[in-house]
């Protein structure tokens, strides 16, 4: 029976197996050396939160994998050996593979910083992670003050973390604003206040030079590059974003760049041997997405495409259009499409409505010449994703989306809305007359 091993039991992974599983009778091991079962790595942040437990984590039961017959193994591969077939592992046993899938995820960044391993220093993308920083942060008493490095999604997860437990947060962005090469000035500004007004001392354009040792290979404090302040903490959490967790394939002659290099099959350069998730890399770009996409539905779907392939039903990765959610301290975001930073094309042209007092605003893109609406962001608002998923396929213009964004709007019925004020000031700002069309639930399932 052909034998199916999968290195990695994140997102990516066990889609891949599950689906295997689904349309095939191959036998599926999957190995990982971070946790015995699959965990959604997205709610880590919940459980120090207190919202959950460890377990709750975790989709499926623990006799799942038993009873669809997928094997598990907790270990950790130190060499593949791509020609031979065969996985090396740290404690020194093999395992031989007929196909094999690289589904090893992400490292957080670390740049070289003086200081950068010591006792204290850690970035939030294991499990491990949350084990330590529960040890090295459990309270104000033990951790006095955090200094986060790194001004991305997860930085600002992990302030929102430390400051549900009421732990004094220094937050380090090189950027002069809160993640502005992903986000138009406007939102990051946005995010700014959210981070002050929940009394993070947020210091904008500001590099960690070094962090420093107590003597005894504990951090003590970070020093700050500009100006030479010395900051005292108790932890620093690097969150600088993160590079596919692909060191241990160095010696293994798959085609390497920052990730696994992949076709759109998701084939690396050795036969039988796949990558997927986010440790992949899409030899040539898909639209406007980047080659390495570290996002949970992509390592999902790739896991999906992939299973097709394996069992026989060559299968494209084909991700459709861009979209993603997240949240900032307490305000939500969406984007759908493509809505540019700071490095805003030429021809993408941006419509802004912000509420006048409260954290709510909407970025709408569109080409300078066309017309064509090319995505959303919305804060404080929630939207239906196959509605815009649909207007990007169809090709609608922005005057199209505006008059019909009513059809949009996803915020329980009782929310406040804003259609009126963000058409009022479309019409304002562009001297239009667009008039709002009622929702309408036959246009939205169509
Ligand atoms: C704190 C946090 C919050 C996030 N929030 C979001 C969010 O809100 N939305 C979103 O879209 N994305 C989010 N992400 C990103 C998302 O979690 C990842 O994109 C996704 O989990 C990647 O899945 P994966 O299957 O590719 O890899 P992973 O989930 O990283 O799984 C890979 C597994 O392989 C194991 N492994 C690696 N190397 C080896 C080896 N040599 N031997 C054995 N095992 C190995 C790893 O230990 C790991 O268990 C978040 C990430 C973090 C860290």
């Not at 093999?94 to 957080?108: E, H, Q, R, W, Y």
């Amino acid at each position: 029976m052909e034998h199916i091993v999968i290195i990695g039991n994140g997102i990516a992974g066990v889609t891949a197996a599950r689906h295997i599983r689904k349309n095939s009778d191959k036998r599926i091991t999957i190995v990982s050396g971070e946790t015995d079962y699959f965990f959604s790595r997205t709610a880590l942040m919940y459980v120090y939160m207190g919202h959950m437990k460890f377990e709750h984590t975790q989709p499926y039961e623990n006799w799942f994998w038993e009873k669809n017959r997928i094997e598990l193994k907790k270990a950790w591969v130190e060499k593949v050996a791509g020609k031979e077939k065969q996985l090396h592992f740290s404690n020194g046993e093999t395992m031989d593979f007929d196909k094999l899938i690289i589904a090893t995820g992400s490292v957080p960044n670390k740049f070289g910083w003086p200081g950068q391993d010591l006792d204290g220093v850690q970035g939030l993308y294991h499990k491990q992670d949350l084990d330590n920083l529960e040890k090295n942060a459990p309270n104000k008493e033990v951790c006095k003050r955090a200094v986060i490095v790194g001004g991305g999604l997860i930085g600002i997860e992990m302030a929102e973390m430390l400051h549900s437990r009421h732990i004094p947060v220094t937050f380090l962005v090189r950027e002069d604003s809160f993640w502005n090469g992903v986000l138009p000035a406007g939102e990051s500004e946005l995010v700014n206040e959210e981070i002050l007004a929940n009394g993070i001392d947020l210091r904008l354009s500001t590099n960690l030079e070094e962090i420093i040792d107590d003597g005894n290979g504990r951090c003590k404090a970070v020093k700050i590059k500009e100006t030479g302040e010395i900051i005292e903490c108790d932890v620093v959490g690097l969150t600088a974003g993160v590079t596919p967790n692909i060191n241990f394939l160095k010696d293994s002659d798959i085609e390497l760049g920052k990730g696994v290099k992949v076709n759109r099959l998701l084939e690396t350069s050795i036969k039988d041997i796949y990558a997927i998730g986010d440790c992949a890399e899409q030899r040539e770009a898909i639209g406007r997405r980047r080659p390495i996409e570290a996002v949970w539905y992509t390592g999902r779907m790739m896991g999906e495409a992939l299973a097709q392939t394996i069992c026989s039903n060559p299968m494209e990765y084909n991700p459709g259009h861009w979209f993603n959610s997240a949240k900032f301290m307490d305000v939500e975001y969406q984007t759908y499409g493509w809505v540019s930073g700071r490095n805003k094309p030429d021809f993408e042209e941006h419509f802004h409505w912000r509420h006048e007092t409260e954290l709510i605003c909407v970025t709408i893109a569109y080409h300078k010449d066309t017309d064509l609406f090319l995505g959303i962001n919305t804060f404080g608002i929630r939207m239906r994703h196959e509605i815009f998923d649909r207007w990007l396929t169809e090709g609608r213009k922005v005057d199209e989306v505006m008059t019909y964004l009513k059809d949009a709007n996803f915020d329980p019925e009782f929310y406040k809305l804003h259609e009126n004020a963000i058409i009022t000031h479309y019409n304002k700002q562009r001297g239009k007359n667009i008039q709002l069309v009622k929702k309408s639930w036959k246009r939205i399932f169509a």
